[in-house]
């Protein structure tokens, strides 16, 4: 497997289920984020983890949990989703933040259904 | 006001043509410019980059940067039909992790 990779690729749950979306980077890189993408809305980050500290919450209600064990391995948590929260989950790593050449690289990502 | 503004479009423009996407910032300090790609269903793929003043060539795409006018522009030479999708411009601020995406342009390129 190359670049970033995100497990499953379409997901549908009820609103009191729980499900965990994955997110693995074989790209060598130590900053990993996770971003929503809303039908003609701008994508929004979510996370950041950097050396697997996270350094940005960017004030994501708490019925989305992220985890990040590794540099290589990022972890999105969900219960008590809203239908609201259907969108298309995203998946990014970069180097390093910060740096004015530092990019990011994404996965395909996780469409995400909420009944 | 928004922090990075594009035209939603579409853009249309005929084969061969070129297409001129532009993209406008309120934040002086940003530093670092991305033009990404993203076809209907599919995840952004970057495209290039962009940090000083000025132009930026890879193959057809050329990325210009004004900074004093805050703005960014992404010029794709000899458009294909390939080249339809939704073009977006992400922005970074020095010393932070944070992109600003943009709402994205749908170009189409007609045949």
């Known amino acids: 497997e190359t670049g970033v990779t995100q497990t499953p690729r379409h997901l549908v749950m009820g609103m009191t289920n729980k499900k965990s979306l994955k997110c693995e980077q074989h790209?060598?890189?130590?900053?990993m984020y996770w971003y929503k993408q809303s039908a003609k809305k701008p994508l929004e980050l979510m996370f950041v983890?950097?050396?697997?500290?996270?350094?940005e919450n960017n004030s994501v209600p708490s019925r989305f949990s992220p985890e990040c064990p590794n540099s290589s391995h990022l972890f999105l948590h969900l219960h008590t989703l809203q239908p609201e929260d259907s969108a298309l989950y995203l998946c990014?790593?970069?180097?390093?933040?910060?740096?004015?050449?530092?990019?990011?690289?994404f996965g395909p990502g996780t469409r995400l259904t909420v009944l | 006001q928004k922090e990075v503004e594009q035209n939603s479009g579409p853009l249309s423009v005929p084969e061969g043509a070129i297409a001129s996407l532009n993209c406008t910032y309120s934040?002086?300090?940003?530093?670092?410019f991305f033009w990404y790609r993203q076809y209907s269903g599919k995840s952004p793929e970057l495209i290039m980059f962009?940090?000083?003043?000025g132009d930026k060539e890879d193959g057809r795409f050329t990325a210009q940067l004004n900074k004093a006018s805050q703005y960014v522009s992404l010029l794709i030479r000899d458009s294909q039909p390939s080249d339809s999708a939704t073009y977006l411009c992400?922005?970074?601020?020095?010393?932070?992790?944070?992109?600003?995406f943009g709402t994205g342009t749908r170009l189409k390129v007609l045949a």
């Open positions: 990014a790593s970069s180097q390093a933040g910060g740096a004015a050449s530092d990019t990011q690289y």
């Open positions: 790209l060598g890189h130590n900053a």
């Open positions: 983890y950097n050396f697997k500290e996270q350094t």
């Open positions: 934040d002086r300090g940003s530093q670092s």
């Open positions: 962009i940090y000083s003043n």
């Open positions: 992400a922005v970074t601020t020095s010393g932070t992790y944070k992109y600003i």
